[in-house]
């Protein structure tokens, strides 16, 4: 039997949270206290409590040098309350909040966090096989179908990032 099911936190609202840090798939620890309905410091003192639950593949802290560029990149800004470098969560280290953060919004927010990077890895897996069947097919056929191909791998490459520089300019 199916029940229908309300999702805590929309996959939606989850997927443009996942920023790419190291090699490794993350979500902030603002982004995630925002996600979970709680104050970012309530998060960071939780997972401190518990820091022998999160090492260093499922939680790192960013350098001075990758929090700054973040902040070009807007995906934060760079002035407001953040006193000192946030703490990136990789898909295991998320898992793992739900047992430090006890509440019934925290195991729901996860499922839905687990499903979106499960998308995610779905979306990447689809997009490596579509470039390797445009490599055999390139292969298989003449010259004259090249610039197709190369059309089709422009097509595949995510837009450029826009960074809008706010405030006033010289």
């Not at 939606?12 to 309905?37: C, F, M, N, T, W």
């Not at 990758?66 to 002035?79: A, G, K, N, P």
């Not at 292969?139 to 450029?160: I, N, S």
Request: cysteine-free; aromatic content about 8%; proline content about 5%.
């Amino acid at each position: 039997m199916s029940r229908k099911r309300k999702a805590a936190v929309p996959i939606p609202r989850i997927e443009p949270s996942i920023q790419h840090l190291r090699g490794e798939k993350v979500i902030l620890d603002a982004d995630l206290a925002g996600l979970y309905d709680v104050e970012t410091r309530v998060l960071v003192q939780a997972v401190k409590r518990h820091i022998e639950r999160f090492p260093g593949d499922f939680m790192f802290r960013l350098t001075r040098a990758e929090f700054e560029d973040l902040i070009s990149q807007s995906v934060m800004s760079s002035w407001g309350g953040r006193r000192s470098l946030p703490y990136a969560f990789t898909e295991q280290g998320v898992a793992m909040l739900s047992s430090v953060l006890h509440s019934r919004r925290a195991v729901l927010v996860n499922i839905e966090i687990m499903r979106a990077f499960v998308r995610l890895r779905r979306r990447l897996a689809l997009a490596r096989d579509l470039a390797r069947e445009i490599d055999a097919l390139e292969k298989k056929y003449d010259r004259q179908f090249a610039v197709v191909f190369d059309a089709l791998r422009r097509l595949m490459e995510p837009p450029p990032r826009k960074v809008r520089r706010i405030g006033f300019h010289r």
